[in-house]
């Protein structure tokens, strides 16, 4: 025992300033994540809903990423594959399921929008949309509030390497360097823009842009979520010290298809996604926190059994869950009679 | 009453609403130190500081998007587009985002924002510091479209946007700036977003249009009235969205004979879902066809001084066809 308590006492995590609990409650997100999308997926296979879109292998970069910053001051502003990260940020299993069903009382948009298409101002967790990337200068106006009113609020937001190519991406970087605002910018690079690898959508590194506008990028191991949080939490510090912006490329890899609607066989070999599926995160944390006599065997049984009877109830439940009336779907174009905000 | 220019009620509704409202502040290129390139926003930085009447990059995407990521936050923005012509980069960021907020969270967020962008020719402008692009966010459902004519109505309905809970694009006419003034009175006023005003009585026929053409309008509908005993009933929408429908219906009930004028290009302007109301509602009260008096379908107005004042409706053109109009 004495033994153990030394080792994790040196242990990566605890260098960071994780606790042992927290360390496996991000064990538990991640796996959250995971059972939850691969039942989305079994869900639309089984035409039970019309749509699902996957953010598998991204979960523990995601997981870590929120994590690293403060939950109660933040603001969040993720992208369609961040499952993990609204779980993170205090969004439920069943809340997941409403939207993914489309139903009225999905917190995300009461069965409007698409899955994926995240957004509840209780969490901090703000609105999305399709157009990609129109989101980062959002969060750099996030962050001008911040300073603007001298709160200690640092904005976070994601985005796929296919995005970083458009003009939002470098507009808001450049205003935010510019300003110094306190923002992280997080691409997450899975290698793929539906069918176009990485290669034909940049030449360069995209961590290597922040240098154009000033401020410092990192290329991190989506695989390794201890140093993806390390390199985000230097981040979400700088940023509250009023250092500014940083720009952090999370290097992972798109196992699933793009969404329910795509083949991805069409365009890449089953033995590229093969190799990949080996690097995958979780095991490797899971190993981790095995060597440390943080996890065991017992436990993952139990947590599987517990998040599986989560996600089998989440499922019943929004099943059965009523859609959003036809005739409210006129509702809240502008704001309604005396309504303030 | 203090009779003061177009421009001036513009500065003075900033001016009122940001030592009103901490939260209230612009953001724009060029709006900071210099006050904007027409002098808009002159000495708001001298007496809100830099934050609050903010210099950004030249990259209208960012002030548009910067803005709406602000206003979801709880500020109050007035993102400035220094030339409408120029506010295109943004329009992702207006349609997309600004205007669907609301209603893709269900009510959860809002975007309180007001998007400010000089339209309108007759500045030797060319073609891209001249175009009206209404008809481009027209007919977008979750935004407001403002476009005033006068110095009373531009403070009122800039008051107005800014306290507005929802997106509220601000069409200001760069020939109206310093041509046109009027009485503003010194206390503070909001003109209601969604009204229509009558700028002048008459009984012979109706014209219905918005901006600087309701000037020429004016002086035509003066003279007719002098020369040929004609008296034009004229109604300024102030807002296009969402259209006062009573009012116009009301203006069009009045004479029967509509003329309606405005210098965006005919083909898809304001002025055609203007005609289709009037058709649904009134089309039997009608004793002459609906007319469109309105900038030529090219893409935009040469800067060439004949191109120019050809391209550009005027007193002469109005008068015209407001004559035919009574005459027919």
């Known amino acids: ?341 | 009453m203090p009779v003061i220019e177009y421009i001036e009620a513009i500065r003075l509704a900033m001016k009122e609403e940001m030592e009103r409202d901490p939260e209230v502040f612009v953001m724009g290129e060029d709006v900071g130190l210099k006050g904007g390139v027409f002098g808009t926003t002159k000495g708001l930085q001298q007496q809100f500081g830099e934050d609050r009447a903010l210099d950004t990059p030249l990259a209208e995407s960012a002030i548009a998007g910067v803005a709406i990521g602000a206003a979801m936050a709880g500020m109050k923005p007035i993102a400035e587009m220094q030339y409408s012509d120029f506010m295109f980069p943004a329009t992702n960021q207006i349609i997309s985002e600004a205007a669907k907020i609301r209603y893709r969270s269900n009510n959860d967020w809002s975007c309180p924002i007001v998007i400010r962008a000089p339209i309108g020719g007759g500045v030797f402008g060319g073609l891209y510091h001249s175009q009206c692009p209404e008809s481009v966010f027209f007919g977008t459902p979750g935004l407001k479209i403002v476009a005033p004519s006068t110095a009373y109505d531009a403070k009122g309905l800039l008051k107005a946007a800014i306290r507005d809970p929802d997106p509220v694009l601000f069409f200001e006419n760069k020939k109206c700036y310093r041509l046109v003034a009027d009485e503003v009175p010194e206390e503070d006023y909001t003109v209601p977003i969604g009204k229509s005003k009558v700028m002048r009585e008459g009984g012979d026929i109706t014209v219905i249009g918005y901006s600087m053409p309701l000037h020429f309008a004016m002086q035509a509908a003066e003279e007719l009235s002098r020369e040929e005993g004609v008296e034009a009933h004229v109604l300024d929408l102030r807002t296009l969205q969402p259209l006062d429908r009573a009012g116009i219906l009301e203006a069009a009930a009045k004479t029967g004979k509509v003329l309606i004028v405005h210098e965006d290009n005919k083909t898809g302007g304001v002025g055609a879902e203007v005609a289709a109301i009037i058709a649904e509602e009134l089309l039997y009260d009608l004793d002459a066809p609906i007319r469109r008096l309105c900038g030529p379908d090219v893409p935009a107005m040469p800067i060439n001084p004949p191109g120019e004042k050809h391209f550009l409706l005027n007193k002469e053109k109005l008068k015209s066809a407001m004559l035919e109009l009574a005459r027919f």
């Open chain 1, 1 to 341: 025992m004495t033994q153990t308590g030394t080792v994790r006492q040196n242990s990566r995590h605890a260098a960071l300033g994780i606790s042992d609990e927290k360390a496996v409650a991000m064990y538990e997100i991640m796996k959250l994540a995971r059972m939850y999308d691969e039942r989305g997926q079994l869900l639309q296979r089984a035409g039970k809903i019309n749509f699902h879109i996957s953010g598998i292998t991204q979960e523990p970069s995601q997981t870590a990423m929120a994590f690293a910053m403060d939950r109660e001051r933040d603001w969040f502003l993720p992208y369609y594959r961040d499952y993990a990260l609204v779980l993170s940020v205090g969004m439920t299993v069943k809340e997941l399921m409403l939207s993914i069903f489309a139903k009225a009382e999905d917190p995300n948009s009461a069965g409007r929008q698409m899955p994926g298409h995240f957004g509840c101002r209780r969490l901090r967790i703000v609105t999305g949309s399709s157009p990609v990337t129109t989101q980062v200068p959002h969060a750099v106006g996030f962050a001008l509030a911040a300073k603007m009113r001298g709160e200690d609020a640092v904005s976070i937001v994601s985005f796929g390497e296919g995005s970083s190519n458009q003009g939002d991406f470098h507009e808001g970087l450049n205003f935010a360097g510019v300003q110094k605002l306190p923002v992280v910018f997080v691409c997450q690079n899975n290698q793929y823009a539906i069918s176009v690898p990485f290669s034909k959508q940049s030449a360069g590194k995209i961590a290597d842009r922040a240098i154009g506008y000033g401020f410092p990028g990192y290329r991190v191991d989506g695989n390794d979520p201890l140093e993806v949080y390390r390199v985000v939490k230097e981040a979400r510090e700088r940023a509250a010290a009023g250092e500014g912006p940083t720009l952090i490329e999370i290097m992972t890899y798109r196992v699933t298809a793009h969404s329910t609607s795509d083949n991805d066989l069409a365009y890449r070999t089953k033995e590229e996604v093969e190799i990949h599926k080996a690097k995958d995160g979780i095991p490797v944390y899971r190993r981790y926190l095995t060597e440390l006599g943080l996890w065991s065997d017992e436990k993952e049984d139990e947590l599987t059994r517990r998040l599986r009877a989560m996600i089998d109830e989440a499922t019943e439940y929004a099943e059965k869950a009523p859609f959003q009336p036809p005739e409210d779907s006129f509702r809240y174009v502008y704001a309604e009679e005396g309504e303030a905000r």
